[in-house]
């Protein structure tokens, strides 16, 4: 019977990589906190029906990983690995951030939205190694 050895090389993490996800996860929510001001200005000043927050507050979501991934991935490989690990920091750091935020810290967070971050930012960071001029 023939053996495999498994190589956990291609799950090490560098120092390159271990800062392109701190950078995606940072501008991440750093675009999301800018977003929800203006978001919150525009409830505040125009009649915004309630149906369409929760909407706008997902697109929100996808569009700050997305461009985090852009503006936050340097070297162009492991980009499924980056934005996945980056997507559950940002959904873990945004939660976190927007309870406190929000004056109370008995929100809910539950499996999906785990689930939910991991597959954006595996997606954003296809999306951003495949993209663009390779910035090594």
Known sequence: ????????????????????ILRMTLVSV???LTAVLIFGIVIKLAEVPFAIIMPINQVIKLLSVLLGA???IKCKEKGVFKGAVA?????????FVFLILGGNLDGSFGIIDAVS??????????????????KI
Do not use: Q
């Open 1 to 20: 019977m023939k053996t495999h050895k498994i190589s956990l090389e291609k799950f090490k993490i560098d120092k390159t990589t271990l800062r392109d």
């Open 30 to 32: 750093v675009i999301t």
């Open 70 to 72: 852009l503006i936050g």
């Open 87 to 95: 997507g559950l920091l940002y959904t873990l750091i945004s939660v």
């Open 117 to 134: 971050g991991i597959i954006i930012g595996a997606v954003s960071g296809i999306i951003a190694v495949n993209t663009g001029k390779n």
